[in-house]
């Protein structure tokens, strides 16, 4: 089976279970589909690991403290939530080892953590920032909610998952899935746009279910591509033409704005 095809069944096979997830309905499809999308990461995760095996002790280390800071984002809610603040860890510990070994497999592909060069560094909090400050916004006006202004120190807490877990596991993840699937070769258009598409859809589609239940397929459609236009896209291409970190930091800027006016998910 060719590359396109392995990657478009695992789709195809994403996208009846989200289908199949509808028709149950009630109150947590949408969590429902976030627990999906933690199985396909935890599949994934294992076949690439047992592929090219573990990355070098340092990557396992710098893996680790990544994992501590997502488990650090649910001690808000560690009494009414501690599954996540055990399994999320986990599931971001041996994603994050995927990525890294399937990046040491193909290494001329790779995403870079942090962009070599000169002024890098700066380059990258620069960007990130602003990406994540106009986003932030944007994201706070369609919310709607009342501008009321709380800062805690659990809202920058909680801003660690969606910055480490979602970028690194529910997006590098599936980068790192396209180039097994494509054997390290990126040679057409079509295969870099398959990349950038599993890159952005999976983790757009879990956050519609309950849109997609009480506005309909129009109404789930349409916001879907809202997400994926203001949120999916910008957060992948970062990735694509900056760094990991810069796509990290947006997205962690993005949601503690959210927290701070809007407050933490119950």
């Not at 933690?38 to 690439?48: A, N, P, R």
């Not at 909090?125 to 909610?145: M, R, Y």
Request: charged residues 10%; proline residues 4%.
């Amino acid at each position: 089976m060719s590359g396109i095809k392995k990657i478009m069944t695992i789709f195809l096979i994403f996208i009846l279970l989200f289908i199949g997830n509808l028709y149950i309905a009630g109150a947590m499809a949408t969590q429902r589909m976030w627990l999906i999308l933690d199985g396909f990461c935890v599949i994934i995760s294992i076949c690439l690991l047992s592929k090219y095996k573990l990355p070098d002790l340092n990557k396992v280390m710098i893996t680790f403290g990544l994992s501590i800071l997502v488990a650090l984002s649910y001690l808000p809610n560690v009494m009414t939530n501690p599954r996540s603040m055990l399994l999320n860890p986990i599931i971001t510990f041996i994603g994050i080892l995927a990525v890294f070994s399937t990046f040491d497999r193909y290494h001329k592909l790779a995403l870079p953590f942090i962009k070599n060069g000169k002024y890098q560094l700066l380059i990258t909090v620069f960007i990130g920032l602003s990406i994540g400050v106009l986003l932030g916004t944007v994201n706070l006006i369609l919310a709607g909610q009342p501008v009321t202004f709380n800062f805690s120190i659990y809202n920058l807490l909680g801003s660690f998952s969606p910055a480490i877990m979602e970028e690194l596991v529910m997006r590098t993840l599936f980068y790192a899935l396209c180039l097994h699937c494509f054997k390290g070769k990126l040679e057409t258009n079509g295969q870099h746009l398959i990349c950038l598409f599993m890159m952005v859809m999976p983790h757009v589609l879990i956050h519609t279910p309950s849109l997609f239940i009480q506005m309909g397929v129009i109404g789930g459609m349409m916001n879907t591509l809202i997400y994926t236009v203001l949120y999916g896209l910008p957060f992948a291409l970062l990735q694509k033409k900056q760094d990991l970190s810069s796509a990290m930091l947006a997205h962690g800027i993005v949601d503690f704005i959210r927290f701070c006016f809007v407050g933490l998910p119950g």
